[in-house]
């Protein structure tokens, strides 16, 4: 379902927020534990509480703990499967072990460095799946599959709103 059109949950407030990365370009893409992020628009900073530290990234980002993939031209490029450690209880294996995801992840980034790929469009489905097309043949899927309250997925603007799937009260 297109982002303008009622998505149910969330409503037109949310799919607002979603149409706000149409033309933005994707900056990078990394993992932060368990997660995959993509990051889309400008670099901006915020405090970080009364500490006096500043934290900087990009304008939106869009944190998946669920099933999701990044697609070019029909093949999987980069996908969540690819953040399980190829050989579980190695002991030869430290914490800091490198994924299939980062590879992926570190070729991925020097492509969106070169050629700067923007949004398109962006679709989202009731049931919380979300479609982000690029320029340069590239998708981005996040598949939510459980029915569990969890959250799902995260999109957000930094320094302003977020949209979480399922949705919280």
Known sequence: MPVN????????????LFQRLVGEVCVN???????????FGETVSWPLGESGEVSTGSRFAVHAQCPFRIVQHGKIFLGSDDLVPARRGDPSEG????????????????????????VLTVERAPEGDIRIAL???IRIDV??????????WRFMVRLGEHVTFPPTD
């Open 95 to 118: 914490e800091d072990q490198r994924l299939q995801y980062d590879t992926g992840a570190d070729v991925l980034r020097e492509f969106l460095n070169r050629k700067a790929p923007r």
């Open 135 to 137: 320029e340069h043949g």
């Open 143 to 152: 598949l939510p599959t459980s029915s569990k309250p969890e959250e799902s």
């Open 29 to 39: 893409v990394y993992r932060f534990g368990g997660m995959g992020v993509v990051d």
């Open 5 to 16: 059109e009622d998505s149910g949950e969330g409503g037109s407030r949310d799919d607002a």
